[in-house]
């Protein structure tokens, strides 16, 4: 089946340690966005990929980090310089940036 | 730069009332708009989408939304709720033709369906 996974559903790091999210589409798209949903605040965008070997902060890129190396893969790193990680982290694709988005089942980061 | 308010963080309605989910955006050049809904501990789906073309939207579900450009509104609407269309909804915008920007999401709004 076509669509977005991301991996793995439930996390938990201690504070102070790196972590990697993972997200794989097998739609073709050539966007991939990184969303943090924190309760009440919605989605805000942490980063966002156009193309292979590009990508784009956005508007709350510190403490993160990802890569684009794969038109299929957009692995974003929590890194410890983030100073409240613990949310819910969305992973999207779409055609092309102003297209509608197709959601991954989402990753609960828990760092204690 | 566009942004997206949502009026209603929680929306209660009864079984089987009209569902009324208020988006207004803004934007400086013709916007594309989107519902998606969210259930617990899962992604969004989308429900609908407005491009160009008609202003009245149906999606899934039997959800409907109109574009109304003099009021920068894409209010959601369902005639008659079910109690399973409990669940999270978020309005999206992002720019129209010849735009290259990213969605911009709401703060979402919470439906709630009593028996």
Redesign the interface.
């Known amino acids: 089946d076509g669509g977005i996974t991301q991996s793995p559903k439930y996390l938990f790091r201690k504070e102070g340690q790196n972590v990697t999210l993972s997200c794989e589409q097998n739609l073709n798209h050539d966007a991939m966005y990184w969303y943090r949903q924190d309760p009440g605040q919605g989605l805000r965008l942490i980063y966002y990929s156009q193309i292979v070997n590009d990508f784009q902060k956005g508007d709350i890129a510190e403490g993160y980090s990802v890569s684009r190396e794969k038109k299929e893969s957009f692995p974003l790193t929590v890194t410890s310089a983030q100073k409240n990680p613990t949310a819910f982290y969305l992973c999207a694709s779409s055609p092309r940036v102003n297209t509608e988005a197709f959601f991954g089942q989402g990753t609960r980061l828990t760092v204690v | 730069a566009q942004s997206v308010t949502q009026l209603g ?1 929680h929306v209660s309605v009864s079984e089987g009332a009209l569902v009324l989910l208020r988006c207004n955006y803004s934007s400086s050049v013709p916007p ?1 708009l ?1 519902w ?1 809904v969210q259930y617990p ?6 429900l609908l ?1 407005y491009t160009t073309g008609a202003t009245l939207v149906k999606g899934i579900n039997g959800f409907e939304a109109e574009f109304k450009k003099s009021e920068t509104s894409f209010h959601l609407t369902k005639p008659s709720a079910h109690m399973s269309d409990a669940a999270e909804y ?1 309005c999206a915008v ?3 033709p010849g ?5 911009i ?4 709004t919470r439906l709630a369906v009593h028996p």
């Open positions: 963080s594309y989107f998606y501990n899962q992604g969004l789906q989308l989408k978020f992002s720019e129209g735009g290259y920007n990213k969605l999401f709401g703060a979402g």
